[in-house]
């Protein structure tokens, strides 16, 4: 059986920013390209397995925040291959201001830095997703795009036929932006536009058989560790029931 390589590309150290490669048969499915200028690091992946960008088939993105798009219109000129992305999304590649709703202590400081809301080249994608879901085996690869909104409005996670899955910024783990240390704890991402959403969009991708998460900022998370973050989510978030807040160590706030 042919198997199937997730490598993940540090966009930024201790996975504090990830790309991913998905290859398979000697084709690249590339997701997301991280922030401006990332198009080394994501060259460094290719050759480790040596392929060059002539290799990439499709590119695909989780959403369009600078540190996820922020090369996109860079890659699609090195690859002259389609990029791929949810229609609901389009306005942020094209440049609309990200909505930005603080998940915590640090999104409202990192917020105030405004790196996130900074202008990079915008594009329009080539391949708009329009329904709940996409095969991606057309283009070599056993997957599917899912629409998983809640981070963004159009944000998509690649469900490989196997459980794995890159789910972009639904969720978090580590501390601060995320990654750095505590890789193995879940954490909200700095920012977060629907938390019911989010929590929504993660139980589908575990009911439809999510094993392994790999995610845009911090470390690989089995189904179990996710389905417990879905149901503090729900809790924390359910009408009518007073919580006092509480501080976490990893400058979480639930409240
Ligand atoms: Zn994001
Ligand atoms: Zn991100």
């Known amino acids: 059986m042919t198997q199937t390589i997730i490598e993940t590309i540090p966009i930024l150290p201790f996975g504090m920013v990830n790309a991913f490669l998905v290859i398979h048969e000697r084709r690249a499915l590339l997701v997301d390209t991280g922030l401006p200028g990332s198009e080394g690091k994501i060259e460094n992946a290719l050759k480790m397995h040596k392929l060059d960008w002539s290799d990439i088939a499709l590119t695909v993105l989780t959403h369009a925040h600078i540190d996820h798009a922020g090369s996109a219109a860079q890659v699609r000129r090195l690859t002259a291959q389609p990029l791929f992305a949810h229609k609901d999304e389009f306005p942020y590649c094209n440049g609309y201001p990200p909505v930005l709703r603080p998940s915590g202590i640090f999104g409202r400081v990192f917020q105030k830095t405004g790196a996130i809301e900074q202008g990079f080249e915008y594009f329009t994608p080539d391949l708009p997703l329009t329904k ?17 909104p809640g981070h963004t409005p159009g944000s998509l996670s690649v469900l490989l036929d196997d459980g794995r899955v890159i789910a972009g910024d639904l969720l ?49 998370l089995p189904a179990s560790t996710v389905r417990a973050h879905v149901s503090r989510l729900r809790s924390a978030d359910r009408p009518g029931v007073f919580k006092l807040p509480r501080i976490l160590p990893n400058d979480q706030t639930w409240m």
Do not use: C, N, W
């Not at 709940?132 to 998983?148: V, W, Y």
């Not at 783990?173 to 969009?201: H, N, Q, W, Y």
């Open 132 to 148: 709940a879901e996409a095969d991606l085996s057309p283009f070599g690869f056993p997957a599917s795009a899912l629409h998983t």
């Open 172 to 220: 978090a783990s580590g501390i601060l932006l995320g990654g750095i240390a505590m890789r193995s704890r879940p954490k909200k991402p700095p920012f977060e536009e629907d938390t019911v959403a989010v929590a929504d969009s993660l139980d589908q991708l575990l009911s439809r058989g999510g094993k392994y998460f790999y995610l845009g900022h911090g470390g690989r």
